[in-house]
């Protein structure tokens, strides 16, 4: 079974820090993503990567297929980014398959 | 575009009561989900729909069923609620296998 790891559970940053957030899978995959999970609980898409980088605004996504890990970093952190992010992967070719991490809860603060 | 929408937020129902949770996109996506979030899990599967007129068991399908009605709806049913069903439910849409999940803004069942 592929499981999802996701480092650190929690983290707490002063605004302006740089983050990463890292999400190690056990098995081959299609593709990856990474979710924002907001303090309301709405869940909103940030990325589906299934090689290299993508940047959106402060965020980038990486993916090292070879390495089966991901990191998931923000620039110029800031309180709006508090939110549990999760990362998910895609794998096999069934559109069932796909395996979310737990989580990781960042705070950020002002 | 309303994107996905999903009904009740909150609903508490007593053990044994049966209730339909209902699910409705308006971006002519193929697929669709349902999911269960509990505390310290990741999202578990319940049901999915990889098109119109087909469902397929996820992860922890027991207790459940669905319904997909037409591309647009996609509904998850309880037929006798219990305890073990107290969760958080999102339903989550996307037109192909490799591409973003659209997911509602979910429902929160409390079963006593």
């Known amino acids: 079974k592929n499981e999802v790891e996701q480092s650190p559970q929690n983290l707490t940053a002063q605004e302006g820090e740089f983050i990463t957030i890292n999400c190690s899978y056990s098995v081959g995959i299609s593709a990856l993503h990474w979710l924002q999970q907001h303090p309301g609980g709405g869940i909103v898409s940030l990325f589906m990567l299934s090689s290299g980088k993508k940047k959106h605004g402060r965020l980038i996504a990486t993916i090292n297929i070879q390495e089966k890990h991901s990191s998931l970093h923000i620039t110029a952190s800031h309180p709006r980014d508090s939110a549990v992010y999760i990362c998910?992967?895609?794998?096999?070719?069934?559109?069932?398959?796909?395996?979310f991490g737990k989580g990781t809860k960042l705070s950020v603060k002002p | 575009n309303a994107g996905v929408t999903q009904t009740p937020k909150f609903q508490v129902l007593k053990t044994g009561q049966s209730m339909t949770l209902q699910c409705a996109q308006d971006m002519n996506h193929n697929s669709m989900y349902w999911y269960r979030q509990d505390p310290g899990m990741g999202l578990r599967l319940i049901y999915y729909?990889?098109?119109?007129?087909?469902?397929d068991k996820g992860e922890v399908p027991n207790g459940y069923n669905v319904s997909r009605l037409n591309k647009r709806e996609f509904s998850l049913r309880l037929e006798s609620a219990a305890p073990s069903q107290t969760s958080v439910y999102f339903c989550?849409?996307?037109?192909?296998?490799?591409?973003?999940?659209?997911f509602g803004s979910g429902t929160q069942l409390s079963v006593l």
């Open positions: 989550a849409s996307k037109i192909l296998t490799v591409e973003k999940l659209f």
């Open positions: 998910a992967v895609v794998y096999g070719g069934s559109q069932g398959n796909l395996i």
């Open positions: 729909s990889a098109s119109e007129g087909t469902t």
